[in-house]
């Protein structure tokens, strides 16, 4: 629990106060997994792991899609993803 007023810009709002909306940059998508890590996983979008890169956990999310079994769902920042060609 945050305790004293939270900065926001130039208003001060107090602990009580939720912060609701903001502004993300992630972006998910649904890859492959081809191999994994403590450090990192190697994923594809199609499928193919001469097309897989390698992303650090400590950039994203990954957990296995609801639907479909072999498909897993990345979550990570756009600008990340651009840099590793994801999209």
Known sequence: M?????????ARLPPEVMLVSYRSDVVDLE?????ETANAVLV???????NAVWIPRSWCEIER????RLVWMLSLPEHRATEKGLV
């Open 2 to 10: 945050l305790k004293g007023p939270i900065q926001c810009g130039s």
């Open 31 to 35: 890859v492959r997994l081809h191999h």
């Open 44 to 50: 594809s979008l199609d499928g193919e792991e001469k």
């Open 65 to 68: 899609h609801p639907d479909n």
